[in-house]
């Protein structure tokens, strides 16, 4: 697999439309984050070059009917459609266009309203896979009580996860969960049981909502001015087989899926994760965000649980996770949910994240899975 981009790519531009539960029409939603977008990079539409469209629902040809408000320019729309990873790999597809020579400016756009997007946990068909007929969180609530048999994690460490996310979103205007008090974990055990040992406030926010990001050539981000917000890798995988190799479900896949996404990406990135200063992930769930720690190497096998008994993947801590809210309290729309990372990350590292800003931020990575199973990770860097 190739470890470098044939041009450096820089993200010029960032929007979003916050996430909701108010049942906005999907459309209308990703219209706001593409013009976000582009006021934030100082561009008119008639200059940008292709434009990736991620989304689950939605009606045939949303995606065209979304760029023709925009403007009828001729660009080249394409839909990119990857599960929870929908935004990230539209992101991805927007940065190999301007790194291979395509464009000299691309956009990703994710939109969608996962309240009205159907999928896993349908049943109704016959000759369905375990993976086809149970909710996401019965998958979820195994894996939780399987690390707490084989490494001792406690409910109280899951519940410390989400309350961290519910009081990150406090902060972020586009959270669809904000809470107007600092959420304790007891509050979060005390809510109404999901899945055990999951609860309510465990469990991501599903509803609407909308990202775009912007990226071009170093040329063109120059010229633009702002901070530099270079993209240092951009890596996607799926599942690889290996002798005695089990498919582990469509919700989650194996979790060498996501050591080889990450472990390509630090290669390209040519960086560790010791040089990171904050991270979103694929945080459906807490024993996921739990797991992502160890995972993406920021500790030990095992180890992630101390890293949350010391504070240490919180604002104010030595390495923040999920500091918009991340799934949990940001919301998970579908679409546009790895695209609100690339949201997120880069105003930490423009230094604009206000009162959850992340002290000298300049490396953030993100990361998504998505059922199927891939898996998408992007690093970005203020140079």
């Not at 469209?53 to 080249?76: E, F, M, S, W, Y």
């Not at 998958?139 to 460490?157: C, Y």
């Not at 990350?345 to 800003?357: F, K, M």
Request: hydrophobic share 40%; charged share 20%; glycine share 14%.
């Amino acid at each position: 697999m190739s470890t470098q981009m044939g041009r450096d790519v820089y993200v010029v531009g960032v929007g979003m439309h916050r996430f909701n539960n108010d049942a906005l029409p999907t459309g209308d939603m990703g219209y706001d984050a593409g013009i976000a977008a582009l006021d934030d990079a100082g561009l008119d539409f008639p200059e940008v070059g292709a434009l990736y469209n991620g989304h689950l629902g939605g009606q045939i040809g949303i995606g065209v009917r979304v760029a023709k408000d925009l403007g009828l320019t001729g660009i080249p729309v394409t839909r990119v459609e990857n599960a929870s990873a929908t935004g990230s790999c539209a992101f991805g597809e927007a940065v190999h266009a301007v790194a291979g020579g395509r464009v000299e400016v691309a956009m990703a756009l994710g939109f969608d309203d996962l309240n009205r997007v159907g999928g896993i946990g349908g049943g109704r068909k016959k000759g369905l896979g375990a993976e086809d007929v149970m909710l996401p969180a019965a998958f979820f609530a195994m894996w939780a009580t399987r690390r707490m048999h084989d490494v001792g994690t406690t409910v109280e460490t899951y519940a410390a996860i989400a309350a961290k996310n519910w009081n990150h979103a406090r902060t972020n205007p586009m959270a669809q969960r904000r809470a107007d008090h600092e959420v304790t974990v007891e509050e979060v055990l005390a809510s109404t049981l999901i899945s055990y040992p999951h609860t309510s406030k465990m469990a991501c926010a599903a509803g609407g909502g909308a990202a775009a990001a912007i990226v071009a050539t170093e040329e063109v981000a120059r010229r633009l001015g702002g901070p530099m917000i270079k993209v240092c890798a951009s890596q996607q995988r799926s599942e690889t087989y290996t002798d005695g190799h089990v498919f582990l479900g469509a919700v989650i896949g194996p979790a060498q899926m996501t050591r080889d996404t990450s472990a390509a990406a630090y290669e390209q990135a040519g960086l560790g994760p010791a040089d990171l200063d904050l991270v979103q992930v694929h945080d459906a769930f807490p024993v996921e965000e739990l797991v992502y720690y160890e995972l993406l190497g920021i500790c030990g096998d095992g180890e992630g649980d101390k890293l949350v008994a010391e504070g240490e993947t919180t604002l104010g801590g030595r390495i923040p996770f999920s500091t918009d809210g991340g799934l949990t309290a940001r919301g998970h729309p579908g679409g546009p949910t790895g695209l609100a990372q690339i949201h997120e990350t880069v105003v930490q590292l423009r230094d604009d994240a206000g009162d959850r800003q992340v002290d000298g931020a300049r490396t953030g990575l993100c990361h998504m899975a998505g059922a199927g199973s891939v898996c998408v990770v992007h690093i970005l860097q203020r140079s």
